[in-house]
């Protein structure tokens, strides 16, 4: 058949729910899903009000969705990724400054355990999107503009994207480092994104702190903008910041080092009363980011030059090296560069008076942010990122219900 004669558009309407004719099925729970695209990630969008009301019961049916606990998540959706281990849930905002609101869920793929403690900037590209698609939103042929309340981390962020013929558009010349060609220009704006997590943009008050590491004093930061992240300097903990995700996880000495500078910022934040309990009760969040000043690397097989970037990234994501960065990531770290006295500001170099560009592992990333300094204190103005999204597919997914039951128990189990 030749392409131009498959059908443009699915019959019936996503709008309508369910998508398909729903069987008789008493073994499985039969769940509307898109699954699509947001950035470099991907995962399942839901409508709130077709999941379960009640939080452990959502969690073990997510888990069950994809596959979880199972690290290649075979009897699920889940990609055996943490990148592809996410889900949106979406919903129309009652907020007067809001139109759609967003749950970010990390879907866990070692652990019976769904984190909802930071926000996804990838998937929330998607968000837009899965909403026309799903008729939460009225929407006019152009460009189209919503504001979109992250329940995560509680801020608003205005998404722009294109709508043709009806529908998202998908092709356009924005260029996502980590994803195949080209697409359609998701801009994401989170404005004023201070203090998501701590209510303050330097949780600690300081640009910068001194920790312990291996008995060794290493300067630290720690920024709250879009989502906590604490940043460290690669030869202060022996790693190297150009190296591959690969490389990284090989090396467990550095990855061990990683997270104690991750437990002391959950710590900070009030998650853990031991940094050493952050892996099980927060692995999500804070989370953690080593940097340099620009060098030669390897991104998969593009060679990237110094001179190309201002700062070199390496992100871990759920304890395993980020394959890219996450949007949230880039943002917080835009807004680190600048705040002087910080690490990461100490590491930047060649001129940032438009946007910041990072190295990460899949390529460069360039992030348009403005902080200002007011009597107040630090003031963001602007933190800006472009992304793409897609829908991949629409249908109904099929979740066993002795899974959803078996996960609810021990969720359920008092702690001792």
């Not at 009640?54 to 690290?71: F, H, I, N, V």
């Not at 050493?276 to 692995?283: W, Y």
């Amino acid at each position: 058949m030749d392409i131009a004669t498959l059908p443009s558009s699915p019959t019936p309407a996503l709008k309508s729910a369910p998508l398909l004719v729903q069987p008789h099925d008493p073994e499985q729970v039969v769940l509307p899903c898109l699954f699509m695209r947001g950035g470099s990630s991907k995962g399942g969008f839901f409508l709130e009000s077709e999941l379960p009301g009640d939080p452990t019961e959502r969690d073990a049916l997510l888990l069950a969705a994809y596959g979880s606990p199972d690290m290649r998540q075979i009897d699920g959706i889940g990609g055996a990724d943490p990148l592809t281990s996410k889900a949106a849930i979406v919903a129309r905002s009652a907020r007067p400054d809001a139109d759609l609101e967003y749950t970010f869920c990390q879907v866990d793929l070692s652990r019976a355990k769904v984190s909802t403690g930071g926000n996804c900037g990838n998937m929330l590209a998607a968000v837009a999107p899965f909403a026309v698609w799903r008729g939460l939103i009225d929407t006019q042929e152009g460009e189209n503009r919503v504001r979109i309340y992250t329940t995560n981390t509680k801020q608003v962020v205005e998404v722009s994207f294109t709508v043709k013929g009806g529908v998202p558009t998908v092709e356009g010349p924005t260029l996502v480092p980590g994803v195949p060609g080209s697409g359609a220009t998701v801009a994401i704006d989170f404005g004023d994104c201070a203090g998501s997590v701590s209510g303050k943009l330097l949780p600690t008050g300081n640009a910068a702190d001194v920790i312990t590491i291996d008995s060794r004093e290493v300067h630290v930061s720690l920024v709250d903008a879009a989502t906590p992240f604490v940043y460290v300097v690669a030869d202060d903990i022996k790693g190297d910041a150009g190296a591959s995700p690969d490389a990284i996880q090989a090396d467990l000495a550095l990855m061990e080092r990683l997270e104690q500078v991750r437990g002391w910022a959950a710590m900070v934040l009030g998650m853990v009363d031991d940094p050493a309990k952050a892996k099980e009760v927060t692995p999500n969040v804070p989370r953690v980011i080593m940097v340099s000043d620009p060098r030669d690397y390897l991104a998969g097989e593009t060679a990237i030059r110094a001179d190309e970037v201002n700062l070199c990234v390496r992100q871990l994501a759920m304890q395993k090296p980020h394959k890219a960065l996450a949007v949230t990531g880039a943002v917080c770290t835009s807004i680190a560069c600048r705040i002087p006295g910080t690490v990461v500001a100490a590491q930047l170099r060649g001129s940032t008076e438009q946007d910041i560009r990072l190295g990460h592992p899949s390529g460069v990333l360039s992030v348009d942010s403005e902080v200002e300094t007011t009597p107040e204190g630090l003031k963001i103005r602007k933190a800006a990122v472009n992304r793409t999204a897609r829908l991949i597919m629409a249908g109904q997914l099929f979740v066993p219900r002795h899974k959803i039951r078996a996960l609810m128990d021990p969720m359920n189990a008092p702690s001792l």
